[in-house]
Structure formats: C-alpha cells, structure tokens
Nanobody, 124 residues
C-alpha cells in the first residue's frame, strides 16, 4: 500500500501559478495511478486530474484543461500538479489519491488511499 502526503499549497493571486506535490511512501508506488481531487467549502469533492500507473495516460477535468498539468516521478515516489492561470474558483483543499493499476479514473471510488489535503487559496 501507499500513503500519499500533499504539500505545496498556499495563497496565490489570480493569474499566478502554484505547484502541488504528493509524496507517497511504499515500494509499489509505480504500480499506482495517482489522482488529484479538490473540495471547496460547501461543495462535494471533485476530480481535477490523474495520471495512469504507467504514466502513459493523463486525464483532466474540463475546468482545468489547458491550465493544469499532472506528472509523476517514480524514482522519487512523487506526483505533481502544476497549476497555471489560477482563478478564485480554484480555491479548495486539494487531495492526492492512489489507485492500484489504475488508468487515471475521474471517479473517487476508484481510489483506495488518500492524503490529508493541502489548502490552495486564490485571491482576486
């Protein structure tokens, strides 16, 4: 199993950039698809982006396509979310999650392991 731990959140101005990191313990990290989800106050948790266990497929929510990029570095047991051109609507707690042998699903139920989240706040 893996235990994801997010970092890199903070306060950023609209139009700016931020890179989130997710470090996952465990020797089997490379066999997990990794997903990013977010939850804004009063809203349900929603899919943001994901990368397949092989790294050969990525998947994005329509709301972030062209602005966010997900990538992974198996040598470091890490996955990243590069966030560009952020807007106040991107304000949320961002979660990293792991799905064994996954292909980058957008469904929360596909993921078995979740981090505690990191807060991203975008000021206007």
């Amino acid at each position: 199993q893996v235990q994801p731990v997010e970092s890199g959140g903070g306060l950023v101005q609209a139009g700016g950039s931020l890179r989130l990191s997710c470090a996952a313990s465990g020797r089997t990290f490379s066999s997990y698809a990794m997903g990013w989800f977010r939850q804004a106050p009063g809203k349900e948790r929603e899919f943001v982006a994901a990368i397949a266990w092989s790294g050969g497929r990525t998947n994005y929510a329509d709301s972030v396509k062209g602005r966010f990029t997900v990538s992974r570095d198996n040598a470091k047991n890490a996955v990243y979310l590069q966030m560009n051109s952020v807007t106040p609507e991107d304000t949320a707690v961002y979660y990293c999650a792991a799905d064994r042998w996954g292909e980058g699903s957008e469904h929360l139920s596909a993921y078995d392991y979740w981090g505690q989240g990191t807060q991203v706040t975008v000021s206007s």
